[in-house]
Protein backbone atom coordinates (compact mmCIF):
# COMPACT_ATOMS: atom_id res chain seq x y z
CA UNK A 1 0.00 0.00 0.00
CA UNK A 2 0.82 3.08 -0.56
CA UNK A 3 -0.73 5.02 1.87
CA UNK A 4 0.31 6.82 4.27
CA UNK A 5 -0.34 9.53 6.92
CA UNK A 6 1.87 12.22 5.41
CA UNK A 7 0.67 11.52 2.02
CA UNK A 8 -3.05 11.60 3.47
CA UNK A 9 -2.05 15.27 5.44
CA UNK A 10 -0.46 16.33 2.08
CA UNK A 11 -3.19 15.98 -0.47
CA UNK A 12 -4.18 18.90 -2.09
CA UNK A 13 -7.35 20.84 -1.98
CA UNK A 14 -10.24 19.38 -3.64
CA UNK A 15 -11.28 22.94 -4.18
CA UNK A 16 -12.72 23.34 -7.77
CA UNK A 17 -13.36 20.00 -8.34
CA UNK A 18 -15.81 18.38 -10.62
CA UNK A 19 -15.99 21.74 -13.01
CA UNK A 20 -19.76 21.81 -14.03
CA UNK A 21 -20.86 18.43 -12.11
CA UNK A 22 -24.04 18.27 -13.08
CA UNK A 23 -24.38 21.39 -14.19
CA UNK A 24 -23.18 22.56 -10.10
CA UNK A 25 -24.82 25.95 -9.68
CA UNK A 26 -24.02 29.40 -8.80
CA UNK A 27 -23.67 30.05 -5.09
CA UNK A 28 -26.30 33.10 -5.42
CA UNK A 29 -28.54 30.27 -7.59
CA UNK A 30 -27.69 27.99 -5.16
CA UNK A 31 -28.73 29.71 -1.85
CA UNK A 32 -31.94 30.54 -3.36
CA UNK A 33 -32.69 27.05 -4.13
CA UNK A 34 -32.03 25.82 -0.53
CA UNK A 35 -34.16 28.47 0.67
CA UNK A 36 -36.84 27.45 -0.99
CA UNK A 37 -36.13 23.91 -0.21
CA UNK A 38 -36.26 24.77 3.89
CA UNK A 39 -39.48 26.95 3.36
CA UNK A 40 -40.83 23.87 1.46
CA UNK A 41 -39.66 21.71 4.69
CA UNK A 42 -41.19 23.45 7.42
CA UNK A 43 -44.65 23.69 5.65
CA UNK A 44 -44.23 20.35 5.30
CA UNK A 45 -46.03 18.19 7.98
CA UNK A 46 -43.82 15.52 9.68
CA UNK A 47 -45.03 12.46 11.44
CA UNK A 48 -43.09 12.25 15.04
CA UNK A 49 -41.69 9.11 16.29
CA UNK A 50 -41.19 9.74 20.08
CA UNK A 51 -44.66 8.18 21.14
CA UNK A 52 -42.91 4.99 18.95
CA UNK A 53 -39.16 4.69 20.58
CA UNK A 54 -40.08 6.47 23.28
CA UNK A 55 -39.65 3.55 25.89
CA UNK A 56 -38.13 0.04 25.53
CA UNK A 57 -41.45 -1.40 25.53
CA UNK A 58 -42.34 0.60 22.67
CA UNK A 59 -39.76 -0.54 20.37
CA UNK A 60 -40.27 -4.28 21.20
CA UNK A 61 -43.64 -3.82 20.01
CA UNK A 62 -42.51 -1.86 17.29
CA UNK A 63 -39.92 -4.29 16.17
CA UNK A 64 -42.32 -7.32 16.87
CA UNK A 65 -44.99 -5.62 14.77
CA UNK A 66 -42.54 -5.79 11.68
CA UNK A 67 -41.93 -9.08 11.81
CA UNK A 68 -43.50 -12.10 9.44
CA UNK A 69 -43.68 -10.98 5.62
CA UNK A 70 -42.24 -13.21 3.17
CA UNK A 71 -41.32 -12.90 -0.69
CA UNK A 72 -44.15 -13.87 -3.06
CA UNK A 73 -42.01 -14.89 -5.83
CA UNK A 74 -38.40 -16.52 -5.82
CA UNK A 75 -35.65 -18.54 -7.94
CA UNK A 76 -34.37 -21.18 -5.75
CA UNK A 77 -31.09 -20.38 -7.78
CA UNK A 78 -31.03 -17.31 -6.01
CA UNK A 79 -31.01 -18.60 -2.35
CA UNK A 80 -27.26 -17.46 -0.52
CA UNK A 81 -24.87 -18.54 0.61
CA UNK A 82 -24.44 -20.97 -1.89
CA UNK A 83 -22.99 -24.34 -1.05
CA UNK A 84 -19.02 -23.64 -0.04
CA UNK A 85 -19.59 -20.71 0.84
CA UNK A 86 -19.71 -20.37 4.84
CA UNK A 87 -20.40 -17.62 7.80
CA UNK A 88 -17.82 -17.12 9.87
CA UNK A 89 -17.76 -14.26 12.31
CA UNK A 90 -14.45 -11.99 11.22
CA UNK A 91 -11.35 -11.76 13.40
CA UNK A 92 -10.34 -9.11 15.18
CA UNK A 93 -7.64 -8.69 12.53
CA UNK A 94 -9.81 -8.97 9.51
CA UNK A 95 -10.57 -5.09 7.90
CA UNK A 96 -14.41 -4.33 8.12
CA UNK A 97 -15.97 -0.86 7.69
CA UNK A 98 -18.74 1.39 6.54
CA UNK A 99 -20.08 -0.82 3.78
CA UNK A 100 -22.08 -3.57 5.34
CA UNK A 101 -22.94 -5.10 1.82
CA UNK A 102 -18.86 -5.75 1.46
CA UNK A 103 -18.49 -6.82 5.27
CA UNK A 104 -20.81 -9.66 4.90
CA UNK A 105 -19.45 -10.69 1.68
CA UNK A 106 -15.94 -11.06 3.29
CA UNK A 107 -17.59 -13.10 6.37
CA UNK A 108 -18.99 -15.73 3.93
CA UNK A 109 -15.53 -15.90 2.08
CA UNK A 110 -17.11 -14.51 -1.70
CA UNK A 111 -14.36 -11.91 -0.28
CA UNK A 112 -11.00 -12.33 1.03
CA UNK A 113 -12.17 -12.96 5.03
CA UNK A 114 -8.99 -10.33 5.88
CA UNK A 115 -10.84 -7.45 4.30
CA UNK A 116 -8.21 -6.86 1.88
CA UNK A 117 -9.71 -6.75 -1.74
CA UNK A 118 -9.04 -6.02 -5.18
CA UNK A 119 -11.05 -4.70 -7.96
CA UNK A 120 -12.20 -7.90 -9.61
CA UNK A 121 -12.92 -10.21 -6.58
CA UNK A 122 -15.37 -7.03 -5.62
CA UNK A 123 -17.08 -6.77 -9.47
CA UNK A 124 -17.13 -11.09 -8.90
CA UNK A 125 -18.72 -11.17 -5.38
CA UNK A 126 -20.89 -8.38 -5.61
CA UNK A 127 -22.44 -9.63 -8.72
CA UNK A 128 -22.57 -13.11 -6.98
CA UNK A 129 -24.09 -12.36 -3.74
CA UNK A 130 -26.03 -9.35 -4.22
CA UNK A 131 -26.80 -9.06 -8.01
CA UNK A 132 -25.04 -5.44 -8.27
CA UNK A 133 -24.57 -4.26 -11.83
CA UNK A 134 -20.83 -4.09 -12.98
CA UNK A 135 -21.30 -0.71 -14.03
CA UNK A 136 -22.69 0.22 -10.43
CA UNK A 137 -19.62 -1.95 -8.92
CA UNK A 138 -17.09 -0.04 -11.37
CA UNK A 139 -18.15 3.31 -10.44
CA UNK A 140 -17.82 3.06 -6.95
CA UNK A 141 -14.66 0.57 -7.32
CA UNK A 142 -13.08 3.33 -9.22
CA UNK A 143 -13.74 5.73 -6.61
CA UNK A 144 -12.55 3.55 -3.56
CA UNK A 145 -9.31 2.53 -5.75
CA UNK A 146 -8.51 5.95 -6.60
CA UNK A 147 -8.81 7.53 -3.06
CA UNK A 148 -8.90 5.04 -0.11
CA UNK A 149 -6.44 2.20 -2.19
CA UNK A 150 -3.50 1.73 -3.94
CA UNK A 151 -3.83 1.69 -8.18
CA UNK A 152 -0.79 -0.81 -8.62
CA UNK A 153 -2.88 -3.63 -6.78
CA UNK A 154 -6.09 -2.36 -7.45
CA UNK A 155 -7.16 -2.98 -3.84
CA UNK A 156 -8.47 -1.29 -0.60
CA UNK A 157 -8.97 -2.45 2.93
CA UNK A 158 -12.64 -2.69 3.53
CA UNK A 159 -12.01 -0.96 7.05
CA UNK A 160 -8.78 0.85 7.29
CA UNK A 161 -5.24 -0.32 7.56
CA UNK A 162 -3.60 0.69 11.14
CA UNK A 163 -6.13 3.51 10.92
CA UNK A 164 -5.22 5.08 7.42
CA UNK A 165 -6.93 4.89 4.51
CA UNK A 166 -9.54 2.29 3.29
CA UNK A 167 -13.21 2.82 3.09
CA UNK A 168 -13.32 4.53 6.57
CA UNK A 169 -11.86 7.57 5.17
CA UNK A 170 -14.23 10.51 5.87
CA UNK A 171 -15.45 13.17 2.19
CA UNK A 172 -13.73 10.50 -0.22
CA UNK A 173 -16.50 7.50 -0.12
CA UNK A 174 -17.55 7.24 3.22
CA UNK A 175 -19.93 10.55 3.61
CA UNK A 176 -22.09 12.06 6.38
CA UNK A 177 -25.52 11.69 6.52
CA UNK A 178 -25.48 7.57 6.20
CA UNK A 179 -28.38 5.62 6.69
CA UNK A 180 -27.44 3.83 9.75
CA UNK A 181 -23.69 4.98 10.63
CA UNK A 182 -23.01 8.68 11.98
CA UNK A 183 -21.26 11.47 11.04
CA UNK A 184 -17.51 11.61 11.04
CA UNK A 185 -17.13 14.54 12.74
CA UNK A 186 -20.08 14.06 15.43
CA UNK A 187 -19.15 10.66 15.75
CA UNK A 188 -15.45 11.55 16.81
CA UNK A 189 -14.35 9.89 14.02
CA UNK A 190 -16.62 6.51 13.89
CA UNK A 191 -18.42 6.49 10.94
CA UNK A 192 -18.06 3.06 10.22
CA UNK A 193 -20.37 1.22 13.08
CA UNK A 194 -23.85 0.73 13.09
CA UNK A 195 -25.34 3.42 15.09
CA UNK A 196 -28.04 2.12 17.95
CA UNK A 197 -30.35 5.24 17.56
CA UNK A 198 -30.35 6.06 14.17
CA UNK A 199 -31.46 1.82 13.78
CA UNK A 200 -34.40 2.68 16.24
CA UNK A 201 -35.46 5.52 14.06
CA UNK A 202 -35.11 3.81 10.68
CA UNK A 203 -37.46 1.25 12.50
CA UNK A 204 -39.71 3.78 13.32
CA UNK A 205 -40.11 4.94 10.26
CA UNK A 206 -40.66 1.76 9.07
CA UNK A 207 -43.15 0.37 11.23
CA UNK A 208 -45.24 4.06 10.51
CA UNK A 209 -45.19 3.31 6.54
CA UNK A 210 -47.88 1.37 5.10
CA UNK A 211 -45.79 -1.38 3.78
CA UNK A 212 -44.03 -2.20 7.50
CA UNK A 213 -41.10 -2.20 5.63
CA UNK A 214 -37.56 -0.68 4.72
CA UNK A 215 -38.69 0.23 1.14
CA UNK A 216 -37.99 3.51 -0.42
CA UNK A 217 -40.17 5.43 1.17
CA UNK A 218 -39.03 4.31 4.70
CA UNK A 219 -35.27 5.29 3.71
CA UNK A 220 -36.31 8.17 2.37
CA UNK A 221 -37.62 9.75 5.63
CA UNK A 222 -34.67 7.80 7.43
CA UNK A 223 -32.65 10.39 5.00
CA UNK A 224 -34.71 13.69 5.55
CA UNK A 225 -34.58 12.75 8.93
CA UNK A 226 -30.91 12.48 9.33
CA UNK A 227 -30.05 15.45 6.80
CA UNK A 228 -32.15 17.86 9.36
CA UNK A 229 -29.87 16.24 11.92
CA UNK A 230 -26.77 16.85 10.53
CA UNK A 231 -27.68 20.48 9.52
CA UNK A 232 -28.14 21.42 13.06
CA UNK A 233 -25.67 19.69 14.83
CA UNK A 234 -22.87 19.30 12.37
CA UNK A 235 -20.69 22.25 11.61
CA UNK A 236 -18.43 19.85 9.34
CA UNK A 237 -21.16 18.59 7.60
CA UNK A 238 -19.49 18.82 3.45
CA UNK A 239 -21.56 17.47 0.95
CA UNK A 240 -19.10 16.87 -1.85
CA UNK A 241 -20.47 15.35 -5.23
CA UNK A 242 -19.17 11.76 -5.06
CA UNK A 243 -19.61 10.91 -1.56
CA UNK A 244 -23.30 12.65 -1.91
CA UNK A 245 -24.02 10.21 -4.46
CA UNK A 246 -23.04 7.11 -2.80
CA UNK A 247 -24.45 8.45 0.99
CA UNK A 248 -28.27 9.14 -1.21
CA UNK A 249 -27.06 5.46 -3.38
CA UNK A 250 -26.76 3.72 -0.09
CA UNK A 251 -30.58 4.55 1.12
CA UNK A 252 -31.71 3.10 -2.33
CA UNK A 253 -29.35 -0.10 -1.54
CA UNK A 254 -31.12 -0.75 0.94
CA UNK A 255 -34.72 -2.04 -0.20
CA UNK A 256 -33.06 -2.93 -4.03
CA UNK A 257 -30.41 -5.11 -2.29
CA UNK A 258 -31.41 -6.15 1.07
CA UNK A 259 -34.82 -7.26 0.34
CA UNK A 260 -35.92 -11.05 0.31
CA UNK A 261 -36.55 -11.30 -3.48
CA UNK A 262 -36.26 -8.83 -6.05
CA UNK A 263 -37.49 -5.55 -4.66
CA UNK A 264 -40.64 -3.77 -6.88
CA UNK A 265 -40.98 -7.89 -7.72
CA UNK A 266 -42.17 -9.33 -5.20
CA UNK A 267 -39.53 -9.14 -2.70
CA UNK A 268 -39.80 -7.80 0.60
CA UNK A 269 -37.24 -5.68 2.19
CA UNK A 270 -38.49 -6.81 5.51
CA UNK A 271 -37.02 -6.51 8.92
CA UNK A 272 -35.64 -9.87 9.23
CA UNK A 273 -33.87 -9.28 6.09
CA UNK A 274 -32.32 -5.88 6.83
CA UNK A 275 -31.33 -6.31 10.21
CA UNK A 276 -29.35 -9.52 9.94
CA UNK A 277 -27.81 -8.01 6.95
CA UNK A 278 -26.59 -5.02 8.40
CA UNK A 279 -25.90 -6.59 11.65
CA UNK A 280 -28.28 -4.56 13.86
CA UNK A 281 -29.54 -7.45 16.85
CA UNK A 282 -32.00 -5.81 18.97
CA UNK A 283 -31.34 -6.41 22.77
CA UNK A 284 -35.08 -6.28 24.46
CA UNK A 285 -33.68 -5.74 28.16
CA UNK A 286 -32.37 -2.23 26.69
CA UNK A 287 -34.07 -1.61 24.01
CA UNK A 288 -30.59 -0.69 22.14
CA UNK A 289 -29.22 -2.76 19.00
CA UNK A 290 -25.69 -4.30 18.95
CA UNK A 291 -24.02 -4.37 16.14
CA UNK A 292 -22.77 -7.54 15.00
CA UNK A 293 -20.84 -9.13 12.09
CA UNK A 294 -23.00 -9.08 9.01
CA UNK A 295 -25.18 -12.14 7.86
CA UNK A 296 -27.75 -13.47 5.78
CA UNK A 297 -30.63 -14.29 7.30
CA UNK A 298 -31.85 -18.75 6.73
CA UNK A 299 -33.93 -18.82 3.28
CA UNK A 300 -32.90 -15.37 1.80
CA UNK A 301 -32.69 -14.96 -1.91
CA UNK A 302 -31.11 -12.06 -3.40
CA UNK A 303 -32.41 -9.99 -6.16
CA UNK A 304 -33.19 -11.88 -9.58
CA UNK A 305 -31.82 -9.56 -11.80
CA UNK A 306 -28.83 -6.56 -11.90
CA UNK A 307 -29.63 -3.29 -9.80
CA UNK A 308 -27.12 -1.11 -12.10
CA UNK A 309 -25.60 2.72 -11.75
CA UNK A 310 -28.44 4.57 -13.26
CA UNK A 311 -31.00 2.95 -11.28
CA UNK A 312 -29.22 3.42 -8.14
CA UNK A 313 -28.90 7.36 -9.17
CA UNK A 314 -32.20 7.13 -10.38
CA UNK A 315 -33.62 5.87 -7.37
CA UNK A 316 -31.72 8.27 -5.14
CA UNK A 317 -32.14 11.64 -7.00
CA UNK A 318 -36.24 10.59 -7.34
CA UNK A 319 -37.10 8.92 -3.84
CA UNK A 320 -34.53 10.15 -1.84
CA UNK A 321 -32.89 13.06 -2.31
CA UNK A 322 -35.87 15.53 -2.46
CA UNK A 323 -37.06 14.43 1.13
CA UNK A 324 -34.28 16.97 2.19
CA UNK A 325 -31.82 18.85 -0.22
CA UNK A 326 -28.54 19.13 1.54
CA UNK A 327 -26.96 21.61 -1.22
CA UNK A 328 -28.00 21.10 -4.78
CA UNK A 329 -26.39 18.31 -6.67
CA UNK A 330 -27.41 19.40 -9.65
CA UNK A 331 -29.51 22.27 -10.85
CA UNK A 332 -31.81 19.92 -12.02
CA UNK A 333 -31.96 18.28 -8.83
CA UNK A 334 -35.81 18.17 -7.40
CA UNK A 335 -37.26 19.06 -11.20
CA UNK A 336 -38.20 16.40 -13.44
CA UNK A 337 -35.11 17.29 -15.62
CA UNK A 338 -33.08 15.51 -13.54
CA UNK A 339 -31.16 12.90 -15.50
CA UNK A 340 -28.96 10.19 -13.80
CA UNK A 341 -27.16 9.87 -17.62
CA UNK A 342 -26.02 13.22 -17.15
CA UNK A 343 -24.91 13.30 -13.51
CA UNK A 344 -22.72 9.83 -14.34
CA UNK A 345 -21.36 11.10 -17.59
CA UNK A 346 -20.51 14.58 -15.88
CA UNK A 347 -18.00 12.19 -13.28
CA UNK A 348 -16.97 10.12 -16.37
CA UNK A 349 -16.13 13.37 -18.23
CA UNK A 350 -14.59 15.08 -14.88
CA UNK A 351 -12.59 12.37 -13.81
CA UNK A 352 -9.72 14.41 -15.25
CA UNK A 353 -9.98 16.84 -12.60
CA UNK A 354 -11.26 14.82 -9.92
CA UNK A 355 -8.21 12.21 -10.00
CA UNK A 356 -5.26 14.03 -8.89
CA UNK A 357 -7.48 15.68 -6.15
CA UNK A 358 -8.03 12.59 -4.77
CA UNK A 359 -5.50 10.53 -5.08
CA UNK A 360 -4.76 8.54 -1.80
CA UNK A 361 -1.28 7.24 -2.33
CA UNK A 362 2.01 8.93 -4.60
CA UNK A 363 0.70 12.23 -5.21
CA UNK A 364 3.13 12.34 -8.38
CA UNK A 365 0.40 9.88 -10.11
CA UNK A 366 -2.22 12.08 -11.22
CA UNK A 367 -2.02 10.84 -15.02
CA UNK A 368 -1.39 6.80 -14.47
CA UNK A 369 -4.79 7.61 -12.25
CA UNK A 370 -6.48 9.46 -15.13
CA UNK A 371 -5.43 6.37 -17.34
CA UNK A 372 -6.47 3.84 -14.81
CA UNK A 373 -9.89 4.99 -14.45
CA UNK A 374 -10.56 5.51 -17.74
CA UNK A 375 -9.81 2.40 -18.24
CA UNK A 376 -12.19 0.59 -15.93
CA UNK A 377 -14.49 3.68 -16.36
CA UNK A 378 -14.80 3.39 -20.41
CA UNK A 379 -16.25 -0.50 -21.11
CA UNK A 380 -18.90 0.17 -18.66
CA UNK A 381 -20.30 3.97 -18.99
CA UNK A 382 -18.46 5.07 -21.95
CA UNK A 383 -19.39 5.57 -25.38
CA UNK A 384 -19.79 2.36 -27.53
CA UNK A 385 -22.37 1.34 -24.22
CA UNK A 386 -25.47 1.64 -23.29
CA UNK A 387 -25.19 4.83 -21.38
CA UNK A 388 -22.89 6.16 -23.95
CA UNK A 389 -20.90 8.77 -22.10
CA UNK A 390 -19.22 11.08 -24.59
CA UNK A 391 -15.40 11.88 -23.79
CA UNK A 392 -15.27 15.58 -24.13
CA UNK A 393 -13.61 18.31 -21.63
CA UNK A 394 -15.66 20.57 -19.20
CA UNK A 395 -14.89 23.64 -19.06
CA UNK A 396 -14.22 24.55 -15.25
CA UNK A 397 -16.65 26.59 -13.37
CA UNK A 398 -15.48 29.15 -11.02
CA UNK A 399 -18.34 29.78 -9.82
CA UNK A 400 -19.18 26.35 -7.96
CA UNK A 401 -20.63 25.50 -4.90
CA UNK A 402 -18.01 23.09 -3.44
CA UNK A 403 -15.13 25.85 -2.96
CA UNK A 404 -13.97 24.67 0.88
CA UNK A 405 -12.76 21.40 0.16
CA UNK A 406 -9.55 22.23 2.28
CA UNK A 407 -11.04 24.54 5.38
CA UNK A 408 -12.07 21.92 8.18
CA UNK A 409 -14.95 19.98 7.22
CA UNK A 410 -13.59 18.84 3.62
CA UNK A 411 -11.92 16.11 1.86
CA UNK A 412 -8.47 17.57 2.22
CA UNK A 413 -8.74 18.63 6.02
CA UNK A 414 -11.30 16.32 8.08
CA UNK A 415 -12.44 18.03 11.14
CA UNK A 416 -10.74 17.54 14.65
CA UNK A 417 -12.23 14.47 16.48
CA UNK A 418 -10.44 11.81 17.81
CA UNK A 419 -8.68 9.36 16.06
CA UNK A 420 -9.09 6.56 18.46
CA UNK A 421 -12.24 5.34 16.35
CA UNK A 422 -10.86 5.33 12.89
CA UNK A 423 -9.69 1.47 12.63
CA UNK A 424 -11.18 -1.35 11.76
CA UNK A 425 -15.16 -2.55 13.11
CA UNK A 426 -15.28 -4.00 16.67
CA UNK A 427 -18.24 -5.76 16.93
CA UNK A 428 -20.66 -7.16 19.42
CA UNK A 429 -21.42 -3.55 20.75
CA UNK A 430 -23.92 -0.92 21.02
CA UNK A 431 -22.86 2.34 19.66
CA UNK A 432 -24.64 5.54 19.87
CA UNK A 433 -27.52 4.93 21.88
CA UNK A 434 -27.97 8.26 22.18
CA UNK A 435 -27.96 10.99 19.60
CA UNK A 436 -24.32 12.72 19.63
CA UNK A 437 -25.48 16.89 18.92
CA UNK A 438 -22.00 16.96 19.93
CA UNK A 439 -19.06 14.79 19.48
CA UNK A 440 -17.90 12.98 23.01
CA UNK A 441 -15.09 11.45 22.35
C1 LIG B 1 -18.78 -2.28 -5.22
C2 LIG B 1 -18.03 -1.78 -4.31
C3 LIG B 1 -18.54 -1.04 -3.10
C4 LIG B 1 -17.88 -0.03 -2.49
C5 LIG B 1 -16.53 0.55 -2.90
C6 LIG B 1 -18.68 0.40 -1.37
C7 LIG B 1 -18.31 1.39 -0.49
C8 LIG B 1 -19.11 1.88 0.53
C9 LIG B 1 -18.77 2.98 1.38
C10 LIG B 1 -17.47 3.77 1.34
C11 LIG B 1 -19.81 3.20 2.20
C12 LIG B 1 -19.97 4.32 3.23
C13 LIG B 1 -20.87 5.35 2.59
C14 LIG B 1 -21.45 6.33 3.55
O1 LIG B 1 -20.71 6.91 4.33
O2 LIG B 1 -22.68 6.52 3.53
C15 LIG B 1 -20.81 2.23 1.88
C16 LIG B 1 -22.03 2.16 2.51
C17 LIG B 1 -23.01 1.28 2.16
N1 LIG B 1 -22.91 0.27 1.23
FE1 LIG B 1 -21.33 -0.12 0.05
N2 LIG B 1 -19.81 -0.35 -1.32
C18 LIG B 1 -19.78 -1.25 -2.35
C19 LIG B 1 -20.72 -2.24 -2.62
C20 LIG B 1 -21.90 -2.39 -1.92
C21 LIG B 1 -22.85 -3.47 -2.10
C22 LIG B 1 -22.69 -4.63 -3.08
C23 LIG B 1 -23.89 -3.24 -1.26
C24 LIG B 1 -25.14 -4.02 -1.02
C25 LIG B 1 -25.28 -5.24 -1.31
C26 LIG B 1 -23.59 -2.04 -0.52
C27 LIG B 1 -24.41 -1.47 0.44
C28 LIG B 1 -24.11 -0.38 1.21
C29 LIG B 1 -25.02 0.23 2.15
C30 LIG B 1 -26.45 -0.19 2.44
C31 LIG B 1 -24.34 1.27 2.77
C32 LIG B 1 -24.86 2.22 3.86
C33 LIG B 1 -24.57 1.67 5.22
C34 LIG B 1 -25.29 2.43 6.33
O3 LIG B 1 -24.94 3.57 6.64
O4 LIG B 1 -26.23 1.86 6.90
N3 LIG B 1 -22.37 -1.56 -0.92
N4 LIG B 1 -20.36 1.42 0.88
C1 LIG C 1 -37.91 -15.22 2.02
O1 LIG C 1 -39.05 -15.57 1.24
C2 LIG C 1 -39.19 -16.98 1.11
C3 LIG C 1 -40.28 -17.24 0.10
O2 LIG C 1 -41.50 -16.72 0.54
C4 LIG C 1 -39.47 -17.56 2.49
O3 LIG C 1 -39.60 -18.95 2.38
C5 LIG C 1 -38.32 -17.23 3.42
O4 LIG C 1 -38.58 -17.65 4.72
C6 LIG C 1 -38.08 -15.71 3.44
N1 LIG C 1 -36.87 -15.42 4.18
C7 LIG C 1 -36.73 -14.33 4.94
C8 LIG C 1 -35.43 -14.16 5.61
O5 LIG C 1 -37.60 -13.48 5.08
C1 LIG D 1 -14.24 -13.61 -11.60
O1 LIG D 1 -15.08 -14.63 -12.12
C2 LIG D 1 -14.64 -15.10 -13.39
C3 LIG D 1 -15.71 -16.03 -13.93
O2 LIG D 1 -16.09 -16.96 -12.97
C4 LIG D 1 -13.28 -15.79 -13.23
O3 LIG D 1 -12.82 -16.25 -14.46
C5 LIG D 1 -12.31 -14.77 -12.65
O4 LIG D 1 -11.07 -15.40 -12.38
C6 LIG D 1 -12.83 -14.14 -11.39
N1 LIG D 1 -11.94 -13.05 -11.01
C7 LIG D 1 -11.47 -12.90 -9.77
C8 LIG D 1 -10.52 -11.78 -9.57
O5 LIG D 1 -11.80 -13.61 -8.85
C1 LIG E 1 -37.16 21.10 -18.06
O1 LIG E 1 -36.65 21.20 -19.36
C2 LIG E 1 -37.48 21.88 -20.26
C3 LIG E 1 -36.91 21.74 -21.65
O2 LIG E 1 -35.54 22.05 -21.66
C4 LIG E 1 -37.60 23.33 -19.79
O3 LIG E 1 -38.45 24.06 -20.66
C5 LIG E 1 -38.19 23.35 -18.39
O4 LIG E 1 -38.21 24.67 -17.88
C6 LIG E 1 -37.37 22.49 -17.46
N1 LIG E 1 -38.06 22.36 -16.17
C7 LIG E 1 -37.45 22.58 -15.01
C8 LIG E 1 -38.30 22.41 -13.80
O5 LIG E 1 -36.28 22.87 -14.91
C1 LIG F 1 -16.15 28.61 3.19
O1 LIG F 1 -15.40 28.82 4.36
C2 LIG F 1 -15.55 30.11 4.90
C3 LIG F 1 -14.57 30.27 6.06
O2 LIG F 1 -14.63 29.13 6.89
C4 LIG F 1 -17.00 30.34 5.31
O3 LIG F 1 -17.18 31.62 5.82
C5 LIG F 1 -17.89 30.13 4.09
O4 LIG F 1 -19.23 30.20 4.47
C6 LIG F 1 -17.63 28.79 3.45
N1 LIG F 1 -18.36 28.70 2.21
C7 LIG F 1 -19.11 27.64 1.90
C8 LIG F 1 -19.76 27.73 0.58
O5 LIG F 1 -19.24 26.66 2.62
Redesign the pocket.
Known sequence: MKINQAALLALPALSSAFPGMGGVASKAETEKFIRRQYEAENLEKRQTLTTLTGTIAALASTVTGLLGSVASSVDPSNLRPERDFTYQAPASTDSRGPCPGLNLLANYNYLPRNGHVTFGQVINATSRGFNMGADLATVLLVFAILTDGDIATESFYLGSLNGVGGLNRHSTVEADVSPNREDYYLGCGDNHHVSSRLFAQNVGYAYLSSSKQFDLGTMGNQYAASASFSKKYNPYLYYFPFPQIVSLGAFAFYPNFFSNGTYGAGGVANYESISSIIGAKFIKSTGQFQYVPEQWPAYWYRRATPYGAVQALTDALVSIYPKNIIVPLASQAGTPNLSARDLLCDIYQGINSITPLGLAGALGATAEGVTWALSKLTPVIGAGTTLGCPLSTLSPNENT?F??AS?TGGPGKNPASSTAHTGNNVYNKVYFPVAPVVPTC
Open positions: FTNS
